[in-house]
């Protein structure tokens, strides 16, 4: 059965551009942007702010009947709210980042935001990033791109996004930070990052933001007919 949708999946590490591409991708295609991370962030900052620490998964599950989180399409992109409130930069913290990682493990909030990332991409022609789009959320995706750079290009990248944003840290914490996390992401039990057996692996270390756009437009102008 063919699908109705175009679906474009961009996985990879943290910091390795996959938000900032999806973004211009969705702009040049006219297609919808689902920023999976945001929803993951989200139950964390909703976890942290209750006092859970991030690693006690019994306690987690308990409050996910408690957690109302919507994603709504807003300007051709998803804006993710939290009990009717908007979420914003509060979610792009260090701290968000590790609760992100450590409650993505958990089966039971995986399969919690499962099904609203789905029923957006049978609805919409969508690019979709996160850590396991290809593989496990659109697995029927016609592109499936895995963006990979080193851990210091990514770590500048995120370390200048921070500060851009007004947020207080230093280059060394983001980028022991995105070593730890990228451990954490590809070596869990439960949809590691990895890249799907026919994804396209683009190294985008040496590359800017426009050149990273031109390159994966290339590449999904050959599949993608308008």
Known sequence: M???????????????????LA??????????????????RTIGLFVSERGIASDDAAAIVAVLPEIHIEMKLENGGGVVYLGGKKI????????????ASDVSKIPEVRAFLLETQRSIARENNVIMDGRDIGTVILPDAQVK?????SPEARAKRRYAELCEKGIETTYEAVLSDMKWRDANDSGREIAPAIPAEDAIHFDNSGLSIEETAEKAIEIIDKVYKR
């Open 2 to 20: 063919v699908s109705a949708t175009f679906k474009i999946a961009l996985d990879g590490p943290s910091g390795s551009g996959k938000s900032t």
């Open 145 to 149: 791109l895995f963006i990979i750079a």
């Open 88 to 99: 914003g930069e509060e979610i792009r913290t260090p701290l968000c980042s590790k609760y």
């Open 23 to 40: 973004k211009n991708l969705a702009k040049h295609y006219g297609f919808v942007y689902i920023d999976t991370g945001a929803l993951y």
